[in-house]
C-alpha cells in the first residue's frame, strides 16, 4: 500500500524567512502533485511534476521531484502571509487509473 | 464559469436519512472522481469514473453509490447516514492519462 509522509505537519514561520516541506513516498512513482488549501475551502493545483528531476517555480514557492529518492521538496522562499495555507502533496501509482494517494498535509502559518 | 461545481455546499441531515450530492465540470475532461475529506483534513479517494465507467472504487460501504449519467457529471447518493460520514466531500476531474485534478468546492456533510 502506498504511503505519503509530509513533514513537517505543521510550520510556523516569520515573513522573510525561508523554509522546505517534505514528502516521502513508498512506492514508485513518476508523478507528483501539490495542491494548496485555503481554510474552509477547495484544493487548487500548484505543480504537477512528472519526471525525475523535474523543478517547477511559481512565485515564491518552488517544487522538485527525485524519484529514485521518492522524495519531493516544496521550498518557500521569503515567506509572505498570503503563503499561509495548508499544503498537500499527492502521488499517483503507475497503471492505478490516475488514483492520487494524498499527504498528510502541511498547516503553513506565516506570522508578521 | 465555474470548472467544478457541486451541489450543496453544506448539507445538515439526521442520521438515517439518504441523501445526494451533484457535482458537474465544464471542463471537457473525461475522469471524474469522489473524496472525502475527514476532520483531520485527512484526503481519500473513494470513487472514480472515466466515461461513465466505474474505474476505481475503493474500500467504501456500499451506503455510498456513485452515478454518473454523462462523463460530465457525477453524483453521490448515500443511504442511511451515519455520525461518521460526517466530512467534506469533494468532487474533481481530469484527463486520463497525465491528467491533473482539479477540484470543486466541496460539500459540508454534517450528520446529527
Known amino acids: 500500500e502506498l504511503k505519503v509522509e509530509q513533514n513537517p505537519l505543521f510550520l510556523s514561520m516569520q515573513e522573510g524567512k525561508n523554509y522546505t516541506i517534505y514528502c516521502n513516498y513508498s512506492?514508485?512513482?513518476?508523478?507528483l502533485y501539490w495542491y494548496r488549501q485555503d481554510p474552509g475551502k477547495s484544493l487548487e493545483s500548484l505543480f504537477v511534476?512528472?519526471?525525475?528531476?523535474a523543478v517547477k517555480q511559481e512565485g515564491r514557492l518552488m517544487a522538485s521531484l527525485d524519484t529514485k529518492a521518492r522524495l519531493s521538496t516544496l521550498h518557500i522562499t521569503a515567506a509572505v502571509h498570503d503563503l499561509s495555507a495548508t499544503y498537500f502533496c499527492?502521488?499517483?501509482?503507475?497503471?492505478?487509473?490516475?488514483?492520487?494517494?494524498f499527504g498528510t498535509g502541511t498547516r503553513l502559518q506565516v506570522t508578521l | 464559469d465555474t470548472a467544478v461545481s457541486q451541489t450543496p455546499k453544506y448539507l445538515v441531515t439526521q442520521m438515517g436519512n439518504d441523501k445526494s450530492i451533484k457535482c458537474e465540470q465544464n471542463?471537457?475532461?473525461?475522469?471524474m472522481y469522489w473524496y472525502k475529506q475527514d476532520s483531520k483534513k485527512f484526503l481519500k479517494i473513494m470513487f472514480s469514473?472515466?466515461?461513465?465507467?466505474?474505474?476505481i472504487n475503493e474500500t467504501v460501504p456500499n451506503r455510498f453509490s456513485p452515478k454518473s449519467p454523462d462523463k460530465a457529471h457525477l453524483n453521490l447518493h448515500i443511504n442511511s447516514l451515519e455520525l461518521g460520514d460526517s466530512a467534506v466531500y469533494f468532487c474533481?476531474?481530469?484527463?486520463?492519462?497525465?491528467?491533473?485534478?482539479?477540484f470543486g468546492p466541496g460539500t459540508r456533510l454534517t450528520v446529527l
Open positions: 474533481a476531474s481530469s484527463q486520463a492519462g497525465v491528467g491533473e485534478q482539479f
Open positions: 512506492t514508485t512513482s513518476d508523478r
Open positions: 511534476l512528472l519526471s525525475n528531476g
Open positions: 499527492a502521488v499517483v501509482i503507475p497503471g492505478t487509473a490516475s488514483k492520487l494517494t
Open positions: 471542463l471537457g475532461h473525461d475522469t
Open positions: 469514473y472515466n466515461n461513465k465507467e466505474l474505474i
